[in-house]
C-alpha cells in the first residue's frame, strides 16, 4: 500500500489506551499544546475469503488489535498540517482547498497522506460539505497519526489511517453532523441509524483509496475496521454489504496467529489491477455483472487466465461460507483445511502468493496443533494467518523464524492478534 503510518507492537484494549496517551504526548511535544479530538480505526486480517470482495462474494475479515490513531485540534494557521509520526512526515494542506478540487489534488501529495487527506476529504463531502463552499464548514486541523498496524503486510495499514481519518472529521464536526449522514435519521432503530453511518463512512473511504491512492480495492477492509466486533469475525455479503458477525473460538482453544513475511507488497504497483480487469473481463464474457453468479460450471468462452481467476473465486465463496458453518459447529479442523485449500487456490490459480509466504504456510501447517494457514490480504508479499492451538504458538514461535530464514535467508515476525471493536472517536 506504499507507505502509511505503521509497524510497532500493541494488544488489546489497554494497548489501544497506551497508544491513545502515547500519540497525545507527541502531539503536544510538536504542536506545544494538547490535542483536542481523537480517533482510531482498527487493522484487520482476512481468516478466509480473498479477492472475492470485488467480485460481490463472501469474505470473512475480523478487525485486530492494531489500530492507527489520529489526534487533532484546530489548526492555528490558516492550513491543516498532517503529521505521520511513525514516518517522521508531515504535509502542509488546505482542507477547504481539498475540498474543492478532491482527488484532482491527489498528485501534489506524498504517497501516505493521499490516505489520511483523502479519506478526510471524502468524507467531509459525505456528511455535506459541497465544493464552492456550501454545506457543513469544513474545518483546517493539526492532525498526527501513529499506528500499529505493519505497513504493507496485508493487514490493511491503509485502512485504518482512512477509516481513523474520517472518523477524526466525524467527531470534530460533532456527533448531530454525523447522525444525519446515509439518512440515519430516517433509518429507524439506534443500530440500524449506526450501521448506516458506518457503511457510509466505509464507502467514502473506499472512495479515497479509489480517487486518491488509484488501488481500486473492494470494501472488505474498510467494512471490517468499521464493523467489527471482539471476539467475532464478520461475514460480509459483497453484493449488498450485509454483515453478520460469528464467534470465533475462545483463546484457550484456538488462537489467531499472523506471520509476516518481511516482503512488502505494494498494490498500486499494477497486479491487483490486473486480476481485477481479468475478473471483469470474465464476466463479461460470461454476460454476468459480477463472479458472484457463476456457479461451477463449462467456461469455453474464457481464456485459460480467466479460467483460473474464476475458479478461484467460485471456489472460495464456496470455501467462506463453509468455513463458517465449521466454526459455528466447533470443527476447527474443517476450518483448517479450508484455510489451506484456499492459499492452494491463491498460489495455483489466482497466482498473488510468493515462495516467502508459500514456505510460511507449509511449515506452519506442518507443525502439531496447527488447524490451518494461508496468505492473507492482496498478495505478493505481506503476512500468513495461521489457525492453531495456544501450544502449537508457542512451539511455532521457538521454530518458525530459524526454520523461514533457513529456507529463504529472511527474517519474519510472528505474534497473536485478537478479534477487536471497530472506530472509535470523539473528544480527547
Known amino acids: 500500500m506504499s507507505e502509511t503510518p505503521g509497524g510497532r507492537e500493541a494488544g488489546g484494549a489497554d494497548g489501544l489506551e497506551r497508544l491513545i496517551d502515547d500519540t497525545a504526548r507527541r502531539f503536544g511535544a510538536r504542536f506545544g499544546r494538547e490535542p483536542v479530538w481523537v480517533a482510531s480505526a482498527p487493522g484487520r486480517v482476512n481468516l478466509i475469503g480473498e479477492h472475492t470482495d470485488y467480485n460481490a462474494g463472501f469474505v470473512l475479515p475480523m478487525a485486530i488489535d492494531r489500530w492507527c490513531v489520529c489526534v487533532a485540534a484546530s489548526a492555528t494557521s490558516g492550513k491543516s498540517l498532517l503529521v505521520a509520526a511513525d514516518i517522521d512526515r508531515s504535509v502542509e494542506v488546505s482542507l477547504a482547498d481539498l475540498v474543492v478540487r478532491r482527488h484532482a489534488a491527489a498528485a501534489e501529495l506524498p504517497a501516505w497522506a493521499k490516505y489520511l487527506a483523502g479519506a478526510m476529504v471524502e468524507r467531509l463531502h459525505g456528511l455535506g460539505a459541497e465544493s464552492g463552499g456550501r454545506g457543513v464548514a469544513v474545518p483546517e486541523l493539526d492532525v498526527l497519526a501513529v499506528s500499529t498496524v505493519p505497513v504493507g503486510g496485508g493487514l490493511s495499514s491503509s485502512a485504518a489511517i482512512e477509516t481513523a481519518g474520517a472518523v477524526l472529521i466525524e467527531a470534530v464536526l460533532g456527533a448531530e453532523a454525523v447522525g444525519e449522514s446515509a439518512g440515519s435519521r430516517n433509518a429507524g432503530a439506534d443500530a440500524t441509524a449506526a450501521d448506516a453511518v458506518r457503511l457510509a463512512r466505509a464507502l467514502d473511504c473506499q472512495r479515497a483509496e479509489h480517487r486518491w491512492a488509484g488501488v481500486p480495492c473492494g470494501l472488505m477492509d474498510q467494512l471490517a475496521s468499521s464493523f467489527g466486533q471482539a471476539g467475532h469475525g464478520l461475514l460480509i455479503d459483497c453484493r449488498d454489504n450485509t454483515i453478520e458477525r460469528v464467534p470465533l473460538p475462545s483463546p484457550d482453544r484456538a488462537v489467531v496467529l499472523v506471520v509476516n513475511s518481511g516482503v512488502r507488497h505494494a498494490l498500486a504497483s499494477g497486479e491487483y489491477a490486473k486480476r481485477r480487469a481479468v475478473c471483469r473481463g470474465a464476466a463479461a464474457a460470461l454476460g454476468v455483472r459480477t463472479l458472484r453468479e457463476i456457479d461451477t460450471g463449462a467456461w469455453g468462452a474464457l481464456d485459460a487466465e480467466q479460467i483460473r481467476c474464476v475458479r478461484h473465486v467460485v471456489s472460495e465463496n464456496a470455501r467462506v461460507l463453509r468455513a463458517v458453518e465449521a466454526l459455528r459447529a466447533d470443527d476447527l479442523e474443517a476450518v483448517g483445511r479450508l484455510?489451506?485449500?484456499?492459499?492452494?487456490?491463491?498460489?495455483?490459480?489466482?497466482?498473488?502468493?510468493?515462495a516467502e509466504l508459500d514456505a510460511i504456510v507449509e511449515m506452519a501447517a506442518a507443525t502439531p496443533g496447527v488447524f490451518g494457514a494461508r496468505m492473507t490480504g492482496g498478495g505478493f508479499g505481506g503476512c500468513a494467518v495461521v489457525l492453531a492451538t495456544p501450544e502449537a504458538y508457542e512451539t511455532l514461535s521457538r521454530t518458525l523464524p530459524d526454520g523461514y530464514r533457513a529456507r529463504t535467508g529472511?527474517?519474519?515476525?510472528i505474534g497473536t492478534v485478537r478479534a477487536s471493536d471497530g472506530v472509535s472517536g470523539g473528544l480527547l
Open 339 to 354: 484455510m489451506v485449500e484456499s492459499h492452494n487456490s491463491l498460489r495455483d490459480d489466482y497466482r498473488v502468493s510468493c
Open 410 to 413: 529472511r527474517a519474519c515476525e
